[in-house]
């Protein structure tokens, strides 16, 4: 009797210690970009941001952890290309990174409106690419040049300098070192206001390009350790995450953390 009772006492301590492994969230790891608020940045040794607070909460409903590292953008790039994370947060779709990234395209994390940024004293009053013949303007290094600015560097007519980010666009346009730079509208408003800026650096319009959605995509070297299943799964969960209000609600909140 008391050796049938210590087999069942060993196989209940089995059973409930498989169900403790089972019931373990695997932890997904994840490429964000670092010090773009207010889509993604460090604060308080933690990933905030709207892109951020969306794969936390993809990820929860899917039963996984993540563990986000805020990277440059091209380290982002690189990373996912090699597996070395399970995906991406927050790039524009391309052919080059659909190669090696499968997109998840069935809702996208926001839109991306990119304008060219100027003094308020500053002849231009509107975007052109013939308006910039002579100029020299900053972009985020490792962005997707925007189209037509290849052909006046080619030609001389136009001189760009990449720097990390807005912090450096500012202060290079301040000092006029540049005569504009050329990076997302909300982004940049946010940062206007957060310098109290708003009335020393104006917006042109039109856009410099395309109003274009940014994504979540997943490293299709890492993909291969996740069930067949796993993109399609992660697809319709944004999806209902943008049919409850969930991702709506998510923007709001970033839009109002100005």
Same mark, same amino acid.
């Given at each position: 009797?008391?050796?049938?009772?210590?087999?069942?006492m060993?196989?209940?301590?089995?059973?409930?210690?498989?169900?403790?492994?089972?019931?373990?969230k695997?932890?997904?790891?994840?490429?964000?970009?670092?010090?773009?608020q207010?889509?993604?940045?460090?604060?308080?040794?933690?990933?905030?941001?709207?892109?951020?607070?969306?794969?936390?909460? @993809?990820?929860?409903?899917?039963?996984? &952890?993540?563990?986000?590292?805020?990277?440059?953008? =091209? !380290?982002?790039?690189? *990373? /996912?290309?090699?597996?070395?994370?399970?995906?991406?947060?927050?790039?524009?779709?391309?052919?080059?990174?659909?190669?090696?990234?499968?997109?998840?395209?069935?809702?996208?994390?926001?839109?991306?409106?990119?304008?060219?940024?100027?003094?308020?004293?500053?002849? @231009?009053?509107?975007?052109?690419?013939? &308006?910039?013949?002579?100029?020299?303007?900053?972009? =985020? !290094?490792?962005?997707? *040049? /925007?189209?037509?600015y290849?052909?006046?560097?080619?030609?001389?007519?136009?001189?760009?300098?990449?720097?990390?980010?807005?912090?450096?666009?500012?202060?290079?346009?301040?000092?006029?070192?540049?005569?504009?730079?050329?990076?997302?509208?909300?982004?940049?408003?946010?940062?206007?206001?957060?310098?109290?800026?708003?009335n020393?650096?104006?917006?042109?319009?039109?856009?410099?390009?395309?109003?274009?959605?940014?994504?979540?995509?997943?490293?299709?070297?890492?993909?291969?350790?996740?069930?067949?299943?796993?993109?399609?799964?992660?697809?319709?969960?944004?999806?209902?995450?943008?049919?409850?209000?969930?991702?709506?609600?998510?923007?709001?909140?970033?839009?109002?953390?100005?």
């Amino acid at each position: 009797m008391y050796q049938q009772l210590k087999i069942v006492m060993v196989v209940a301590t089995l059973l409930v210690s498989s169900w403790l492994v089972a019931s373990e969230k695997i932890t997904v790891h994840l490429a964000g970009i670092q010090n773009y608020q207010p889509y993604s940045y460090m604060q308080d040794n933690r990933a905030q941001g709207l892109y951020n607070d969306i794969v936390r909460e @993809l990820f929860d409903r899917a039963g996984y &952890n993540v563990n986000i590292r805020l990277v440059p953008f =091209k !380290r982002m790039l690189n *990373l /996912t290309e090699r597996g070395q994370v399970t995906a991406m947060i927050g790039t524009f779709y391309s052919q080059s990174r659909n190669e090696y990234a499968l997109f998840l395209q069935k809702i996208q994390l926001t839109e991306i409106s990119k304008n060219l940024f100027v003094l308020n004293d500053s002849p @231009l009053q509107h975007f052109s690419l013939a &308006n910039l013949a002579g100029k020299t303007i900053t972009k =985020k !290094r490792g962005f997707i *040049l /925007t189209p037509g600015y290849a052909e006046l560097v080619q030609q001389g007519e136009l001189t760009i300098i990449e720097t990390e980010g807005i912090h450096q666009f500012i202060n290079l346009l301040v000092n006029k070192r540049v005569d504009g730079f050329d990076f997302d509208a909300f982004a940049t408003n946010y940062y206007l206001k957060q310098y109290k800026l708003e009335n020393t650096i104006r917006k042109l319009s039109p856009p410099v390009a395309p109003v274009r959605n940014t994504y979540i995509a997943l490293s299709r070297i890492a993909l291969k350790k996740f069930p067949a299943n796993f993109s399609r799964g992660l697809n319709q969960i944004m999806q209902d995450m943008q049919a409850d209000g969930t991702l709506q609600k998510m923007r709001i909140k970033a839009m109002n953390s100005q």
